[in-house]
């Protein structure tokens, strides 16, 4: 059986993601077979990253038939949440043991949407994302805020991203931190593709591409300059000490500390990840 085994801390940082995009290239060499995810060794899994872990394990169902083998044994203490928030029991072909139950009302369950069901990520983003405790302290006007931008954001994928493959969110919130991470990623266009054609060749990198949206511009043509959802959701990170990650084109743009950083990823993949950080949610 093949065998891709994860290592270290996996955060949501630019190494956190390398190590996922190293799995999905590992694993792509291999078809028609059993394939063992691997956690031993590891110490740390940010639960939002299991949104991308999915869908690089759907695409390897899909495209190469793999069927995949997590050892349960493995998925206790910290790594107990991929159980908890139903990555596991999404994965695995024997899905007994995997049933989610999360017994301390700390994830937001993964959830996988096709790109035209805006009704069913309409509801999840409103009575299971923002309904959850973590973010029980945030007026309802910023809500508003964050919700209508998730909105338009799935809303873009499904006209711009040139996909079949779901859309994936998870999250998972630490009350002794007071922090709550939620993660988007689709397998699409990504950034670059459409805003290059959009400039008329201008922009022409993935950093330059997300930076281009998150200062307000938008590829729509009736579009309000200013006013697009990744620029909101950066605004109420800025104002609210959170932080916003990006990924796409091979690069890892990142808001944080109210400073902003991008760093290019040893290889890319197809579409975009965005990754957002609430902070002070226990003050």
């Excluded at 999905?24 to 059993?34: D, E, L, P, R, T």
């Excluded at 899994?45 to 394990?57: P, Q, T």
């Excluded at 079949?164 to 007071?178: D, L, M, R, V």
């Excluded at 990504?190 to 590829?219: M, P």
Aim: net charge positive; with cysteine.
């Amino acid at each position: 059986m093949s065998k891709f085994s994860f290592k270290g801390r996996l955060q949501t940082d630019p190494k956190g993601v390398q190590q996922l995009f190293d799995f999905y290239k590992f694993a792509k060499q291999y078809s028609n077979c059993w394939f063992t995810i691997d956690f031993e060794q590891l110490e740390w899994f940010d639960a939002n990253l299991s949104s991308e872990l999915l869908l690089y394990c759907y695409n390897l169902k899909k495209n190469n038939n793999l069927k995949f083998f997590i050892d349960y044994s493995i998925l206790k203490g910290d790594l107990n949440v991929l159980s908890r928030n139903g990555f596991a029991y999404y994965v695995v072909h024997n899905k007994e043991h995997f049933k989610p139950v999360d017994d301390r009302e700390t994830v937001i369950p993964i959830k996988a949407f096709q790109p035209d069901n805006v009704d069913s990520f309409a509801d999840y983003i409103e009575n299971i994302f923002l309904k959850q405790r973590g973010l029980d302290k945030i007026d309802k006007d910023s809500k508003d805020r964050i919700k209508s931008s998730y909105f338009e954001i799935f809303d873009n994928v499904g006209i711009h991203a040139n996909t079949k493959s779901p859309i994936i969110c998870c999250g998972q919130h630490f009350p002794a931190s007071g922090e709550l991470k939620f993660t988007l990623t689709d397998y699409g266009d990504g950034f670059l593709k459409k805003i290059a054609q959009h400039t008329l060749n201008e922009v022409k990198s993935g950093a330059d591409a997300i930076s281009w949206a998150v200062k307000g511009g938008s590829t729509k043509p009736d579009a309000i300059k200013g006013g697009n959802n990744h620029k909101k959701i950066m605004m109420y990170c800025f104002k609210n000490g959170g932080e916003l990650s990006i990924v796409s084109d091979g690069c890892f743009w990142s808001l944080q500390n109210k400073s902003i950083n991008s760093q290019n990823l040893n290889n890319c993949r197809d579409g975009a990840t965005i990754h957002i950080t609430f902070r002070y949610l226990n003050y």
